[in-house]
């Protein structure tokens, strides 16, 4: 690793969603290849100096909860109450139905010393899956973040974007998505 990607770093991971498409189960607690979401979560960003979790509390040691404000805010919304938290200069942001993303994901993301985020074998940018500059992702943030697109935020800000291994770029949305996943 280069000596800036050896910094502490902090990690927020976005677990607040509704699962509306899974019948408003809390993804979370879904369990792929036996372990929870947000098993798999933790276990990619556990590396990070700080971990914040949004999303509904649960029982996870050295792990900082927080919430959207209001709860259902999306996204976007989660990201700016985990960023609130952050207290280095580096911020992985991982949603929680990514089982694919690894520590070794993070680690390539970090080494770009850059605001970096994966792509998927379509082109398609994975705004749920990047680091980024606290500062210049705070500034970015717009005051009500309450249902903007993330894209719109993030877009500007990006300068590297990685080729996801299919695993990676994989999240679990439906029930389809879930059954695939195991």
């Known amino acids: 690793m280069t000596e800036r990607s050896a910094e502490a770093w902090s990690a927020v991971v976005l677990s607040g969603g509704r699962g509306s498409r899974l019948g408003g189960v809390d993804k979370s607690d879904l369990v792929v290849r036996g372990r929870t979401l947000l ?3 933790l276990d990619a960003v556990s590396g990070a100096a ?4 949004v999303g509904a509390p649960k029982n996870e040691p050295d792990v900082q909860w927080t919430r959207e404000t209001p709860p259902g805010g999306g996204p976007l919304a ?3 109450a985990g960023v609130a938290l952050v207290e280095h200069p580096r911020v992985v942001v991982l949603a929680v ?4 993303v690894t520590a070794s994901t993070v680690t390539r993301l970090l080494t770009t010393n850059a605001n970096a985020v994966l792509v998927d074998a379509t082109g398609r940018t994975q705004w749920l899956t990047g680091v980024w500059r606290t500062e210049e992702l705070r500034a970015a943030l717009p005051q009500d ?3 903007a697109p993330m894209r719109a935020v993030l877009a500007e ?6 080729p996801a291994t299919e695993a990676e770029s994989r999240d679990v949305d439906t029930p389809q998505d879930l059954a695939d996943q195991t």
């Open 78 to 80: 989660g990201l700016a």
């Open 145 to 147: 973040p309450r249902n």
């Open 50 to 53: 700080q971990v914040i979790v």
């Open 97 to 100: 139905d990514q089982p694919g």
């Open 157 to 162: 800000l990006v300068e590297t974007r990685l």
């Open 39 to 41: 098993k798999h979560a």
